[in-house]
């Protein structure tokens, strides 16, 4: 079974300050990992994924994860909070076979204050 | 490109009552999801389609059927709503590959009374 731990429901930070939101999975095979975000009333857009190849990964915005397997981790980080950034982050994770089946975490909402 | 889309955005239904929530998608994907969003809960998977004619169970399928005659089309059937349905759901579809991304429709909100 695969399974998806994000750690703190709700993140605040001061625009310009360091992003960090943790994501920790586990998973008997190798996984595929993914962040997603979602600002209100909307539905979800990928930030970056992880497939193979190179653990630090970058997405759009300005965000990066890197995979982390000793750690079985794939935090999202970005140098510099923009208020733009305020929206609810989503880590999933996707087992070999289908690509349908992601199983996501609880989501952590990210506050961006002056 | 359209993407996916769903309709309605918002429904409510009282105890009981049927629906399908719509959704379609113009990208040409195999695969094609439902998920429930719900407060603390993240997105828990519904019912997901591999193609046309073949459809399987996710996480939480009770309550719902769905069926896929084209490509396009993936519709979510509630038969007797209840309360516990109330959730905004999303339709998502990707290529057969996972290391494609999945894309998210806009979402139904639905309040069940």
């Known amino acids: 079974a695969q399974s998806v731990t994000q750690l703190g429901s709700h993140v605040s930070v001061s625009e310009g300050a360091l992003v960090l939101l943790r994501c920790n999975y586990s998973?008997?095979?190798?996984?595929?990992l993914f962040w997603y975000v979602q600002y209100p009333n909307q539905g979800l857009q990928l930030l970056l994924k992880?497939?193979?190849?190179?653990?630090l990964v970058k997405g759009i915005n300005g965000f990066e994860a890197e995979f982390k397997k000793s750690e079985t981790s794939f935090h999202l980080t970005k140098p510099s909070a923009h208020m733009s950034d305020a929206a609810e982050y989503f880590c999933?994770?996707?087992?070999?076979?289908?690509?349908?089946?992601?199983?996501f975490g609880t989501g952590t909402r990210l506050q961006v204050t002056l | 490109n359209a993407g996916v889309t769903q309709t309605p955005k918002f429904q409510v239904l009282k105890t009981g009552q049927s629906m399908t929530l719509q959704c379609a998608q113009d990208m040409n994907h195999e695969y094609m999801s439902w998920y429930r969003q719900d407060p603390g809960m993240g997105l828990r998977l519904i019912h997901y389609?591999?193609?046309?004619?073949?459809?399987d169970q996710g996480e939480v399928p009770n309550g719902y059927n769905v069926s896929r005659s084209t490509t396009e089309d993936f519709p979510l059937r509630l038969l007797s709503a209840a309360p516990s349905q109330t959730s905004v759901y999303f339709c998502?579809?990707?290529?057969?590959?996972?290391?494609?991304?999945?894309?998210f429709g806009p979402g139904t909100r639905l309040t069940v009374t």
């Open positions: 389609s591999v193609g046309a004619g073949i459809t």
């Open positions: 992880y497939t193979t190849g190179a653990t």
């Open positions: 999933a994770v996707s087992l070999t076979g289908t690509a349908s089946k992601l199983t």
């Open positions: 998973s008997s095979v190798p996984p595929y």
């Open positions: 998502a579809s990707s290529y057969w590959d996972r290391t494609y991304e999945q894309y």
